[in-house]
Structures are given as C-alpha cells and as structure tokens.
C-alpha cells in the first residue's frame, strides 16, 4: 500500500530522471530516489552494455552457433523438424559417442589424415618447388608454366574417371587426387612470392656479394615466405575437399566414406558426425597454418591475423 | 683512389638516345669527402650508380684503385635513398646480412659499428620499429661492416626532417672522421652539401656534367651560421643559379 503510494507519487519526477538518465547515457542518475524509480530502463541497458564487455572476444564467435543448436533441439523436441531429415543435436552427438566408443571413429579419422596428408604433402612439396622454378628463371616460367596454367582450367573432377580407370580405386588414385588439387594453390602463390622480391633490396645483395645460394635463401626466401602460406593455407582446403570426394567414389574407410555409407541406410545422424568433423579438421588444420603465419610473418607490421 | 676520365652515358628513350652524362673527369684520393650538387636530372644519381658498379654500361674510364669498376661489390659500400633494409631480419642481423652473428669476429664488429652510429640498445629492434634517420645509420653501419674503401651516398637522408637531418650529417662526419673511409655525398640540399663536402662538385642538367669543383677550406666541425660558412655557401649557390637558369655558356667538365 505505501510502495504503491510512494510509486504513483514520484511517477512524474521518476519519468523525468529516466528522460535526463538515459539522455546521459544512463551513466549519471540525478539522486538515489530518482535511481529507484528509473531503474527498469537506465540501468538494464548498462547492465547490457557491461556483459557485452565481460564477454571475452572468442566467445562472440559461439553466439550464433549455440542459439542454432539451442533452436534446433527445441525443434526436435517439440515435433516441429522430422526426425529423419534433421536429427536432434543430442541425437547426433549420442551418434558421435558410439562411434568413438566403438574406435570406428579413429579409423575412419586415421584412413582419411593418411590420404589429405599424403596428398597434400606430395602436391605441395611439388608445387613449391615448381613454383621456386618458375618463379626464379625465365625460361624455366616460358617452358613450363603456359602447361600448368593450361592444365589448371581442366576441372580436377573432370579427372577421376581417367584415374579410376588409370589406378583404379584404391589409395594411390586418391592421393594423386588431392596432390594435383593442392598443387595448384602452392604452385601459383610460391610463383608469385618469388616474383614479389624487391628489385630494390636485389640491388642490395648485388652491392653486398650475396651469393646466388644467399639471394635464395636469404632474400627470395623471405620475400615469398607470406605468399607460399597463403597457397598452403588454399592448398589445404583444397585437400579436405578432394578428400571428401575421392573417399565417396569409392572407398571402406575415411570420414568420407562414413557419410556415404551412412547415407545409405538413412543414417542422418552419423551424416550429420561426419559433416562436423570435416568442419573441425579442416578449421584445425587452417589454424595450424595460421599459427605458422603469426611464428613466421611477426615482423610484418601490416600483420592483422 | 678514384679516377673518373672521359665517362659519358647514354640511355636509350623511346623517343632516340638520351646524354646523361657527358665528359665527366673527377678525381677524388682517397679519405676525401667530395659532395655532388644539382637540379634533378642532372644525372648525379647516374654517376653514382656507375662508380657502385650497379650500372657497367658506359663509355669512358671509371677506375677504383687503379681497376676498372666491372660490378657492384663490398669495396664499394652503396647507401641509397631508402634505408632498403630486410625487413624480416633484425638491426643487427641486417648489419651482417650475409655474413654470420656466429662468428665471433662478425658479433664484436657489428657491436663497435652498432655504437659507431649510435644504435646500441637497437640490436633486437625490427626496421619497422625504427625511425628513418634509424634506419639510414643502420644501413651506414651495414655498408661499413664490408670495410669499403669509398663510401657511396645517393641523398641519403633526403626523406628526413630537418632536425634528424643536421643529426644525422653531423653523425656522418663523426663516422667519416674515424673510418677515414672516402665518401661521395649526392644530394640537392645546398646547406648540406657545403657542411659535409671538402669539395662540391657542381652539376649542370641536360646533358648532365660537371660545371664546376669547388673547395670548401673551412675546419671540421663546421658551424652552419660562421660568416665564412654564409661567404661559401654564397658562392656555391652562385655557380647553382648560374646552372638553374637554364643553357648557361658550355665550360665543360671541371676538374
């Protein structure tokens, strides 16, 4: 009875406050009383303001992910998706645990790291050293890259009948597979690096006695060390992407086949698994190249991660 | 000791050949600091860049201690415009450059020059944490650790502000009076090129050659404001004007 009396009588100058306070920013209130009576609006929006600042700046990226998930499950629980197009997140996940618990998991984990790896490492290593080639001679670049640009228009899917027919199914299809995909980025980006040295730093290792082993190592090296990252960093996107597909055209283990064979018997769920460890292999192999970058590139000082 | 006789250089332009140089004849002996003045054009920076052994296209005789200049190399410590420093290597990793830290004799060097132009405490800095005067003495030091026997300085401190430059001239000569190291000075900055040089040599554009050499008889440290510093500085801007008022009468090289 008093706090509704004492309410209606500050009604008038309690809505002044609030007018003044939130004019301020909400951050200075008129007097005590004034902060009782403003309170529902002001300070609620500080209040937002002060959680926004708590949060600290990797969890922002966890916003929307989780109100998905959390929009997802209550979906499922309520009837409202179809069991078998979108299984719960919960369902999922218990279709995680089993596989993991069964150790299928780590083998199909297993089978596909040797394939993306092994196809990355070969297609890589040989892009780089093409690239260093053609990027330091001339003649090398007029001999082969007009081939390499040529063969790079030819879509890589176009190839796998030829490799099937070729090498059959097995492993060394596959790898040779995701090796001609990842050496396109490292070829055109190690190319490219090499070719951005400075003219004027090369005149500085001509007036100090560089040798030609030193230019290499010394000044070519570096200048392209911030492109070849960025075509590894292609190149191994590229690899889990081949991977995926030479793992469906045919194969009995590998994350890729896991999908499929799970496709086969409506499985949506254990699809659903192999969907998300693609993400997360594929984001943390993107990190690793990233950290290289940071343990690398420190001292350029455009550098923004 | 460095004989220029009869150089001349022409570029090919589309529009046919162009003289950058004609009939320079210079000598300068050894531990002298002669400064080069003139217009843009007048091909100051050319000369400097056929004595670094960086241009080797050129009619005429430019000889190093009796040899002919056939390439660029470390007896000929080159200072350009820009500190042109790798930017992936710290100060003192640029000093050595292509010689190694790991060599006891390289680190003690690179330390002496390190305080020669006053950068100890710099070591570990990267260049883009340093200022361009900084930057520029860590370029000096880079070519000093070669121990050239002339030193090549093509408007090195042209991008600094007045006061690092003063700085930094006065730097120079500290460093020049203990190296005793030979220094071609280039630049278009009238006031620095009577401060540094015990010679100016005058340059004419169009086709590019020397006007004239002239000798600045005044002690080391000189002061900028001393009447006889004003009387010389008079002088040279005499012979300059007489240049930037365009086809004065054709006196040929000086000496």
Redesign the interface.
Known sequence: MSDYSAASRSAGPGAGAAEEASATGGVRLPSAAAAVQAAPVPVEGAGVRERRKALPGWAHGWIVPLLVLAAWELGSALGLVSESALPAPSRIAQAFWSLVASGELARHIGASFVRAGGGFLLGGATGLLLGLFTGLGKWVERTLDPTVQMLRTVPLLAVIPLFILWFGVGEFSKILLISLGAFFPVYFHTFLGVRSADR??H?????????AL?QAT??IL?SA?PNVLLGIRLSVGVSWLLLAVAEMMGASSGIGYLIQDARVYSQTDIVFVGIGLFALVGKLSDSGVRLLEKRWLG???SYKG | MLEIESLNKTFAAPSGPVVALRDIRLTVGRGEFVTFIGPSGCGKSTLLKIVAGLDTVYEGSVKLNGERIGGPGIDKGVIFQEPRLFPWLTVEKNVAANLSLRNPEVRKRVGELLELVRLQGFEKAYPRELSGGMAQRVAIARALLRNPDILLLDEPFGALDAFTRSHMQEVLLDIWQRSKTTMLFVTHDLDEAVFLGQRVVVMNPRPGHIRSVLDIDLPYPRSRTGASFQELRALVLGEFEKVEKGPAVDVGAGI
């Open positions: 004027k730093l005149e500085v290792t001509k007036a100090l006695e560089f040798s030193q010394k000044l570096p060390l001292w350029r000082s």
